[in-house]
């Protein structure tokens, strides 16, 4: 079973940028598909990006396509969320997530169901 640690949260104003880090201890990286999703108070956790297992494919929401890349360092076992142009409606808690079940290349869900392991998440507020 992996466990999955979140860092880099923050307070940031509007047009700015953070870079969350996800570190996983207690299994290969590379064997997961790998996940971000994000929870603001009072509504349902939602899908913010994903990638492959291998990193050569990313998938992102809509609104936050153009704005955030998500990428991976499968050799240090982190996965990395770089945010930019940050708006108020990006606050959120942010969790990381595991697919154990994700194929190499191809695909990397963008569905909570799928994802097996959580961290604990990160906090992100965006002031205007």
């Known amino acids: 079973q992996v466990l999955l640690i979140e860092s880099g949260g923050g307070l940031v104003q509007a047009g700015g940028s953070l870079r969350l880090s996800c570190a996983a201890s207690?299994?290969?990286?590379?064997?997961?598909?790998m996940g971000w999703f994000r929870q603001a108070p009072g509504k349902e956790r939602e899908f913010v990006a994903s990638?492959?297992?291998?990193?050569?494919?990313?998938y992102y929401a809509d609104s936050v396509k153009g704005r955030f890349t998500i990428s991976r360092d499968n050799a240090k076992n982190t996965v990395y969320l770089q945010m930019r142009n940050l708006k108020p409606e990006d606050t959120a808690v942010y969790y990381c997530?595991?697919?154990?079940?994700?194929?190499?290349?191809?695909?990397?869900?963008?569905?909570?169901?799928?994802?097996?392991?959580w961290g604990q998440g990160t906090q992100v507020t965006v002031s205007s």
């Open positions: 997530a595991a697919d154990r079940d994700a194929p190499w290349t191809d695909y990397a869900s963008g569905a909570l169901g799928e994802y097996d392991y």
């Open positions: 207690g299994g290969t990286l590379s064997s997961y598909g």
């Open positions: 990638i492959t297992r291998r990193g050569d494919n990313t």
